[in-house]
């Protein structure tokens, strides 16, 4: 037993001197990299890093401007003039949504072998409606727990009336979309079932005694019925579906298929490059979106707790 306690000490010993001796390897390997580091390195690493660096300086700026300028009381014309590059920043990017989802899609399925995109495309409408339910059951239960953006005393006054919803017709409504009846509508609007209320009569009599009350022949009785309806957003499911099925028709032409690959292969290339422009410009869009929100806010103390709740929910 006293052996065996000798032995440990020197085992611990051991272990402590070479784990400093890896420390003290790398921390010599580091400095030799630190010393070794050229102007050049440093030019070659901003480049690569250019976008983000510029990225985070302009979210930076942007706060530091927004609550430099709050005392100024601007007014709301004010606060669009000056959040306008913003604005302008988001129009882009929503510009760019329709033509780069249909042109990669069809791009993608359109080079891929028959049966391997009929699987992918099986593959990416079950990943796509699985991860949809799941996002919304996550996002209902988060926001019954968390309840985000409560606080403020107008919202404990204010009873909004929260719209029902049947999920057999949330789920018919998601079929409905992949199959859209006019594709130019699915860019600018997607199906959505509404509820009217219609009222029902009903006569209802035994032995020739009438039921309903008041010496009234009838009952009457209200009935929530689902309207057809459209509300404005991007189809996005019914414009993937299609894009999938156009890529596939396309592939599976080959030779007479080419030009039309061809021509999506150059619109492809043509949005990747009108993106990479636009990324560019994203840092100033950035600064002055971020400084115009928080000038439009009314109470930081309010809407910043109600950021942090919208955030945790995230």
Not at 191 to 202: D, L
Request: net charge positive; hydrophobic share 45%; with cysteine.
């Amino acid at each position: 037993m006293t052996q065996s306690n000798n032995e440990n000490p020197h085992m611990t010993q051991r272990g402590l001197q070479r784990i400093r001796a890896g420390i003290q390897s790398r921390s010599q390997l580091a400095k030799k990299r630190v010393e070794n580091i050229t102007k050049e390195d440093v030019k070659g690493c901003f480049t690569k890093n250019a976008f983000v660096i510029f990225t985070v300086t302009a979210v930076i700026v942007g706060i530091i401007l927004g609550f430099a300028l709050r005392p100024f009381n601007m007014s709301h014309r004010e606060v669009l003039f000056f959040s306008f590059p913003g604005e302008l920043l988001m129009r882009m990017l929503q510009m760019l949504v329709l033509p780069l989802l249909v042109s990669s899609l069809i791009t993608g399925m359109a080079a891929l072998d028959s049966r391997a995109s009929g699987k992918m495309g099986l593959r990416a409408v079950i990943y796509y409606t699985t991860t949809t339910v799941i996002a919304v059951f996550i996002g209902i239960v988060m926001v019954l727990i968390i309840h985000p953006g409560k606080g403020s005393k107008d919202e404990f006054s204010k009873k909004e009336q929260v719209e029902k919803v049947s999920p057999a017709d949330a789920f018919m409504d998601l079929i409905r979309n992949m199959f859209p009846p006019n594709i130019v509508e699915a860019c600018t609007k997607q199906y959505k079932t509404q509820y009217a209320t219609r009222i029902i009569h009903v006569t209802m009599t035994v032995n020739d005694t009438i039921l309903a009350p008041n010496g009234s022949h009838e009952l009457t009785k209200e009935e929530l019925i689902p309207v057809p309806s459209a509300v404005n957003g991007i189809n996005a499911l019914g414009l993937v579906v299609f894009s999938m099925c156009f890529g596939l028709i396309i592939g599976s032409m080959r030779e007479q298929g080419r030009p039309l690959k061809d021509f999506f292969d150059c619109l492809n290339e043509a949005i990747m490059r009108l993106v990479a422009i636009i990324m560019w410009y994203a840092p100033v869009g950035i600064l002055f979106l971020i400084a115009g929100k928080i000038l439009e806010m009314e109470d930081i103390t309010t809407m910043g707790g109600q950021l942090g709740m919208y955030t945790v929910t995230g």
